[in-house]
């Protein structure tokens, strides 16, 4: 695919000519997203697993320690966002707090689907588990990446 | 987080569209609010054709917003994608002021449609099952699905949500844009590349 990478007539957005003083400012950091997707990825591999098997039960073993591994990898990318300095927080929050709605509704749809086909017991916590790493996650990446390129509220 | 919001009157511009009042932008949704009442009632009649055990109704929110889904992300991949790569900046930026905001709402609605309604039709007729013969291609689907979600909650809608982000700032970044709209636009191809393996499966499997 072509990308116009050519000089543009100046406009209302100036191409080439940065006006978010904190647009690169995460360079160098730990790689926030990367640790984001990695978890939602984890979480995706271990529904593929026990999908693998239906309907018989899959060796829930692989799954719990690949849905424990991505909600491992969900707090490390929390801490890593708590760790921040220099950070537009209210946009953050602002992000995070509708997302959180949305993947909740998502969410929820999900689990209604998994106990209305009769998951009980240990595979319910499970899938339960993983729908949680997946509506958390999910919204501290999309809050981090809006937030990341606001300007810090300045602290009186 | 307010939804909507007015971004601040932009600097004179040679490509600026026509503003509804003198120096003032309009008003930039990051969400369509006036798109949530039918997703809303998308996301009902989904549960409903669930709990009711429609196969029909199964089969329509599946093939329907499947093939939607499937028709949005080619045609934005390999269509509006390489269009919008060699439009002069302004215009793009004013094309994506109005398409993602579409976009946050639409594909969201069409993915969990598909998928829930899919996941449901599959136990009804059998397909989840190891014993189903195209088993294989059933898996095979589920990978080619999940690699398209990493791809689209990973990379395209955080770009989506940043781009939608920097236009709300009085003085919007363009190099910064431009680098998340190339995120956005390849990650759209690499998903629509990913449909037609989805094309090739759901083909493979309707046919047995």
Redesign the interface.
């Known amino acids: 695919m072509h990308v116009d990478e050519r000089p543009q007539a100046a406009g209302s957005v100036r191409p080439g000519a940065p006006t978010s003083p904190h647009a690169d400012a995460f360079a160098g950091r730990p790689p926030i997203p990367l640790v984001c997707v990695a978890s939602m990825a984890l979480v995706l591999l271990s529904g593929i697993y026990l999908a693998a098997y239906l309907p018989r039960r899959a060796p829930l073993g692989p799954a719990v320690g690949l849905v424990a591994v991505a909600g491992a990898v969900l707090v490390l990318a929390v801490v890593l966002v708590a760790g921040l300095r220099q950070f537009a927080w209210d946009a953050f929050f602002g992000v995070v707090k509708w997302a959180l709605v949305a993947y909740a509704v998502i969410a929820g749809i999900l689990e209604f689907v998994f106990v209305y086909d009769g998951t009980r017991g240990t595979m319910l916590i499970l899938l339960t588990a993983s729908l949680f790493v997946f509506a958390v996650d999910i919204p501290v990446l999309l809050g981090f990446s809006v937030a990341r390129f606001q300007v810090p509220r300045a602290r009186s | 987080?307010?939804?909507t919001s007015t971004a601040a009157a932009?600097?004179a511009?040679?490509?600026?569209p026509p503003t509804p009042a003198a120096g003032q932008?309009p008003a930039l949704q990051i969400?369509p609010l006036r798109a949530l009442p039918i997703v809303g009632a998308t996301?009902v009649l989904?549960?409903v054709a669930?709990?009711g055990n429609w196969l029909w109704a199964l089969d329509f929110f599946h093939v329907a917003g499947g093939a939607l889904w499937t028709a949005v992300d080619l045609f934005l991949g390999f269509v509006i994608?390489?269009i919008m790569?060699?439009?002069?900046?302004?215009a793009r930026?004013e094309f994506s002021k109005r398409l993602m905001p579409k976009m946050v709402v639409l594909m969201?609605t069409l993915v969990?449609c598909t998928l829930?309604a899919g996941?449901?039709l599959a136990?009804h007729l059998g397909n989840?099952?190891?014993t189903y013969p195209e088993h294989g291609w059933l898996?095979a689907s589920?990978?080619v699905v999940?690699v398209m979600?990493?791809v689209a909650?990973?990379l395209l809608?955080?770009?989506n949500?940043?781009v939608l982000?920097?236009f709300r700032?009085p003085?919007?970044?363009?190099?910064?844009?431009?680098r998340l709209?190339?995120r956005f636009?390849?990650a759209a191809?690499v998903t629509g590349a990913m449909q037609v393996a989805t094309l090739i499966i759901m083909s493979r499997l309707a046919t047995g």
Request: hydrophobic share 55%; glycine share 10%; aromatic share 4%.
């Open positions: 987080m307010a939804l932009p600097p511009a040679t490509a600026a932008a969400v996301l989904l549960v669930i709990a994608g390489p790569g060699r439009m002069p900046i302004p930026v969201p969990v829930a996941w449901q136990r989840l099952s190891t898996v589920i990978v999940a979600a990493v909650l990973g809608e955080p770009a949500l940043a982000f920097e700032k003085q919007p970044d363009g190099e910064l844009i431009g709209m190339r636009i390849y191809g």
